[in-house]
């Protein structure tokens, strides 16, 4: 069953360094969405992306976000100057048709 | 902004028995979807309802999307030990605006 895949699993990182984070979301999907889970709180969303550009953002992606698909298979999800407060886990999702989004099995992202 | 209310916050239940949970929202959702999260992993995605009072079943699992179009409920019948986990729902705004907005999850125990 074709599925979101994210890489690394687990991203340890000092403050203030750069981080990328990497999704390939399935093949025939459209629609791409990062969300991010603070531990034990809800989910909440970032950003989605649609024909090559962002579509819409929340208020916590700042100017220090950004996300790409740089090829034909991957999206991915750039911090610039990573914060304490940027620890989470982030979630890749795709959508074929913009309504059920499927969600890739994250990356625990730990700001040190 | 928008918030969904879910509850019970947490169920503890015993095996075989059945759960019921539900989802409020200050706001109308177009579309409402059901989430289960394992720990560490990311949502799965369980039932997706498209139309106020719609009723969808996915095994043992019920969903129905409320009237009012602020409200969604999920049973399960005959609990078995693998249901154990966070069930969030999520609601999705007007056509365009795909972002889902998660519930604050309801965690499902079951005791042996």
Known sequence: ?112 | GQQLNQSPQSMFIQEGEDVSMNCTSSSIFNTWLWYKQDPGEGPVLLIALYKAGELTSNGRLTAQFGITRKDSFLNISASIPSDVGIYFCAGQGLIGNEKLTFGTGTRLTIIP
Request: hydrophobic share 35%.
């Open chain 1, 1 to 112: 069953e074709p599925e979101v895949t994210q890489t690394p699993s687990h991203q340890v990182t000092q403050m203030g360094q750069e981080v990328i984070l990497r999704c390939v979301p399935i093949s025939n999907h459209l629609y791409f969405y990062w969300y991010r889970q603070i531990l034990g709180q809800k989910v909440e969303f970032l950003v989605s992306f649609y024909n090559n550009e962002i579509s819409e953002k929340s208020e916590i992606f700042d100017d220090q976000f950004s996300v790409e698909r740089p090829d034909g298979s991957n999206f991915t999800l750039k911090i610039r100057s990573t914060k304490l407060e940027d620890s989470a886990m982030y979630f890749c999702a795709s959508s074929e048709d913009s309504t059920e989004a499927f969600f890739g099995q994250g990356t625990r992202l730990t700001v040190v």
